[in-house]
């Protein structure tokens, strides 16, 4: 039987990717003893991958698809040797998108990326913030950084950092300030380009991110169900917002309607008054696991 090599990004993406999988119709159970998770599905294999090397492995064959940021595959120079699929944005705390960011203190003279010729920096973006450097032409000596990077400026080990942010606000309790902003990232669905040529791993490629996809779109929508009085149909419709258009059916007794549709969740809560005042009775909420 086929399988497709699939890589779950291990670590602050581990269990957001494996909910994320469940919404969308697989159950993946991590093992404490390896680093293979089972999955229910036989045409499909699990490793989990520390998302700094995904793109590496998917890019050689190692892996037919993974989860990985966008910035992993800028730093391993990695676009053109992966297929990206599309992104998927189910990680983040906030409304933010993720930002790598240049980080110094307070009180340093460091007031643009220019004012780095002669400094030290530290980062885990290592080669990309090499090459960003080099193309701005400034010459500092950029340091890997194996973890606490903030607090390596913090103590004056180095004369900045470029640290990844969604707020800010971490980086502002240290005491610190952001000079400027190096790079915007996602996670991103890739693929190796010798998966998408087999048209077999390709429509399970295919089936994977419409389903992920559809999980993620549920997560911001939701089902309205009600009772609407029949004279008082049109002024509950002009209220409700619909993908399409609401559903609309009669009951038993012909002076009522049914109605169903499909909302922002960030709407509800200002609209269920609205449809009250308007009429509608035995207004439902409802959860939904999938919109396509």
Known sequence: MSQLKLGIPKGSLEVATINLFAQAGWVITPSSRNYFPSIDDQEISCSLVRPQEMARYVADGTLDMGLTGLDWIIEWECEEKVAQIGALEYSKSSNRPCRWVLVTRQDSPIQCLEDLNGKRVATELEQFTRRYLNKRGVQAEVIFSWGATEAKVVEGLVDAVVEITETGSTIKAHGLRIVEELLETRTMIIANHDAIKNSWKKAKIDQISLLL??????????????NVPSARIAEVLALLPSLQA???NPLTDPNWQAVETVVDRSEVRDLIPRLKWAGAVGILEFDLKKVV
């Open 246 to 248: 609401p559903t609309i």
């Open 213 to 226: 996809n559809a999980a993620l779109t549920a997560r911001h929508k939701a089902m309205l169900k009600m």
